[in-house]
């Protein structure tokens, strides 16, 4: 613990408010250039309104939106917003809290219960670690069990009964969400839930970004895709911050007061043979003021089988994935990491050489496009595009 309390610098420092230092500096590649960012006012987002009684509009609408976009913005959906506001107020209280306080909670593991941690890139020239211009806790949760409160802070006070009141409201909303979803492949109801229930995971991050001295250099959250089935995301209002990526352009989600931001995920994307798409997005900062944001991801956990749902599959469909774990998928991409992401700077292709074979894939891990290949006699993931080799370079859409 005393080795993380020395390398943790917290966002919410001190830092002079005229200079970034150099470690949350990013290369020049890897900016978010605001400038080139497109407003969600400016496009038709798909906006989905919970209130519409019409239940089998609500499918095609949500059909619609994850095939096309991988995300919606959700309105009326039910959770008061007093409750959204006491869950963005109780984080940014607790990442207020002294540094001496916060760093009994502070972890260098990314998915660690609740623990503090902080993303960050590698630099490929100085190959030194560059840190987001923000601090995560990560936990777990679940929509009826409230054991897993016992793990989140205690401070502030309020801080447990809070979050433990909203999972009680989420976990019915994505139980619909997932119903609607279920309805739009023509399948029953009940059916993503059911699958889920087999081996499911409740997961949950809360996001803090103090105000950035120069926006232009720093990012909250690097360009990612989300793991799961499906995640919702509670945004600060009046702060913009979250970006999605959409036909190469990125797309600044301005918040809507008491919405909801959902968005498609990788599991999912399997599930729908690449009939819908987990999309990239981010985090920017701002330089007047902090942003908090809490988002909540269901899936399958590291024993679930992932595959394409066989009723999606005929000739016409053959299925673009084959079966494969969850859980060996997260080991090959958390030992693989970093190395990934050093060639992803670059654009270089990646080659790893692996006790059956050596295969060749692009420096990313998931995209709307990407497919998994379990090599021979091996339960480890190779991620692959749709092509008829293996081997093939890629530029970053990022």
Known sequence: MNDIMSSFRWANDGISPISVTQEYILPPEKRPNLTTVTSSQSISIPIIDMNNENEMTLVHEIAKACEEFGFFVLINHGISQELCYNVLDVITKFFNLPHEEKSQLLSN???????????????????KEVGMWSETLFHTWHPVEVGF????????????????????????????????????????KDYLQT??????????QANYSP??????????????SDKKVLSIILQDQGITGLHVLKDQQWIAIDPIPASLFVNVADQLQVLSN???????HRVVNNNVKERASYATFCGLNKDGLVSPIQELIDLQHPPLHPKYYYGDFLKFHRQKQ????QKLFSGQTTTFSLSV???THPPIFRHPKLNFLIPKKSKLLIPSYHAPTLSFPLSPVF
């Open 357 to 359: 074979t050596k295969f």
């Open 338 to 341: 970093n190395t990934i992401t």
């Open 149 to 188: 409160i016992q793990k989140l802070p205690q401070n502030p006070s309020h801080f447990r009964e809070v979050i433990a009141s909203y999972a009680k409201e989420i976990g019915p909303l994505m139980d619909q969400l997932l119903s609607l979803i279920s309805q739009g492949f023509g399948l029953s």
């Open 274 to 280: 690449d009939k819908y798409t987990s999309v990239y």
């Open 195 to 204: 699958r889920l229930e087999e081996n499911p995971q409740y997961t949950a």
């Open 109 to 127: 593991r990314v998915m660690d219960d609740g623990k503090i941690y902080r993303h960050h890139l590698i630099d490929p020239l100085t190959k």
């Open 211 to 224: 105000p950035s001295p120069n926006p232009e250099l720093t990012l909250g959250l690097q360009p990612h």
